[in-house]
């Protein structure tokens, strides 16, 4: 009888191995798919959350006009008005909410886009109070709200 000298893998090892590695695979491939999504909705957050301060910090530069902002909702671009003699004011909004079509997508049923504007005595002086609420793909919303002098 021959016996063989030689050291090697027999096929259920090499089998074992195999399947060892397939799983460890298939780990390194669900943590990249699930780093993938959790990044995109960071990026699709941080979107919303650069388009609300863009807002807020023209708001801030247009508090002559603050109060024709209130209340926009901009979900449907189409159907935004203003007020007669306003229309840098509907230029802005119609803007905005393109910008926000174009990042995040169209709007769904549960999603919100709408400025909120008070003007308020505080302590002998008016401020005004506007909060925005942005929310797009991953249902998030990015919710932003700032207390601005009256000039």
């Known amino acids: 009888?021959?016996?063989?000298?030689?050291d090697a893998f027999t096929l259920i090892e090499a089998l074992v191995s195999v399947a060892i590695t397939a799983i460890g695979f298939a780990g390194v491939i669900a943590l990249v798919s699930t780093s993938n999504t959790v990044m995109s909705n960071?990026?699709?957050r941080e979107k919303l959350k650069l388009q609300n301060t863009e807002i807020m910090e023209v708001l801030n530069g247009d508090q002559?006009?603050?109060?024709e902002y209130?209340?926009?909702d901009l979900s449907n671009c189409s159907s935004i008005t203003?007020?007669?003699?306003k229309e840098n004011q509907l230029v802005?909004?119609?803007?905005?909410?393109?910008?926000?079509?174009?990042e995040v997508g169209e709007k769904r049923t549960a999603d919100k886009r709408i400025i909120r504007v008070e003007k308020k005595l505080v302590q002998g002086s008016y401020v005004y109070i506007v909060s925005l609420e942005l929310s797009g793909k991953s249902d998030k919303s990015v919710f932003m709200k700032r207390v601005m002098y009256a000039q």
């Open 1 to 6: 009888m021959i016996q063989n000298t030689k």
């Open 70 to 72: 209130n209340g926009k």
């Open 82 to 85: 203003t007020n007669t003699g």
């Open 42 to 44: 960071a990026i699709d």
């Open 64 to 67: 002559s006009n603050i109060m």
């Open 92 to 102: 802005r909004l119609q803007n905005w909410c393109n910008k926000i079509k174009g």
